[in-house]
T-cell receptor, first 114, second 108 residues
Framework: KAGVTQTPRYLIKTRGQQVTLSCSPI?????VSWYQQTPGQGLQFLFE???????NKGNFPGRFSGRQFSNSRSEMNVSTLELGDSALYLC?????????????FGQGTRLTVV | QKEVEQNSGPLSVPEGAIASLNCTYSDRVSQSFFWYRQYSGKSPELIMSIYSNGDKEDGRFTAQLNKASQYVSLLIRDSQPSDSATYLC????????WGAGTKLIIKP
C-alpha cells in the first residue's frame, strides 16, 4: 500500500509570492491534515479536511488555505509569503477503524522563503 | 484549552538502558493516544498506539496509559543509538492534539 505522498519535497520561494503544496493520502483514507513545523518547534496544526470539507482549523492567518478534492487529495496554499513561513510542511492522512483513528505522515515539503 | 505536555529534554540515556518518556494531557475524555518518533529533518513516524488503560508492548517499546491520572508513557528497553530522536505524544479526541516532543539522546 502506497504511503502519503507530498509534492514537491523542496521549494524555494521569494517573499510576496504564493505557493501550493500537494498531498495524496493513503488509499482509502478520507481525512487529510496539514501541519507546519519550524526548527525546534512542535507540530502546529493548520487544518483538517474530511470528504472535501474543512473539519478543523488551527490558529493561522487567512494567507494559509487549503482544499480537498473528491479523490481525497489535498492542496494547501500560502499567499503573500513571509520569511517566517519557512518551515517543514507536513501532511497526514488518517482513517478511523472501530472508533480509533491513526494518522500517517508524508515526507513533508521543506519550504524556504528568501 | 486542550493540552498535551511533554518534557522537552534532552533526555540522555546510556546505551542499553531503559528510556522513559512521559506525557500528560488535560482533556479527560480523550480516547486514543499515540507515540511518534521523528528523526531530525524527517517526518514523524507512528510507533505505538494505545487505547485502554494498562501496558501495550511491541518489541522493545512499551506504552503505558493511565486515564485516571491522565498520563501516557513510552518505555524503550535496551536503548540503541538509533533510538536518538524526538518523540512526540499525540492525544485524539475528535482531533489530534500534539505535545511539543521530547528529544532523546542515547549515549554509546
Amino acid at each position: 500500500k502506497a504511503g502519503v505522498t507530498q509534492t514537491p519535497r523542496y521549494l524555494i520561494k521569494t517573499r510576496g509570492q504564493q505557493v501550493t503544496l500537494s498531498c495524496s493520502p493513503i488509499s482509502g483514507h478520507r481525512s487529510v491534515s496539514w501541519y507546519q513545523q519550524t526548527p525546534g518547534q512542535g507540530l502546529q496544526f493548520l487544518f483538517e479536511y474530511f470528504s472535501e470539507t474543512q473539519r478543523n482549523k488551527g490558529n493561522f492567518p487567512g494567507r494559509f488555505s487549503g482544499r480537498q478534492f473528491s479523490n481525497s487529495r489535498s492542496e494547501m496554499n500560502v499567499s503573500t509569503l513571509e520569511l517566517g513561513d519557512s518551515a517543514l510542511y507536513l501532511c497526514a492522512s488518517s482513517w478511523t477503524h472501530e472508533g480509533n483513528t491513526e494518522a500517517f505522515f508524508g515526507q513533508g515539503t521543506r519550504l524556504t522563503v528568501v | 484549552q486542550k493540552e498535551v505536555e511533554q518534557n522537552s529534554g534532552p533526555l540522555s540515556v546510556p546505551e542499553g538502558a531503559i528510556a522513559s518518556l512521559n506525557c500528560t494531557y488535560s482533556d479527560r475524555v480523550s480516547q486514543s493516544f499515540f507515540w511518534y518518533r521523528q528523526y531530525s529533518g524527517k517526518s514523524p513516524e507512528l510507533i505505538m498506539s494505545i487505547y485502554s488503560n494498562g501496558d501495550k508492548e511491541d518489541g522493545r517499546f512499551t506504552a503505558q496509559l493511565n486515564k485516571a491520572s491522565q498520563y501516557v508513557s513510552l518505555l524503550i528497553r535496551d536503548s540503541q543509538p538509533s533510538d536518538s530522536a524526538t518523540y512526540l505524544c499525540a492525544v485524539n479526541n475528535y482531533q489530534l492534539i500534539w505535545g511539543a516532543g521530547t528529544k532523546l539522546i542515547i549515549k554509546p
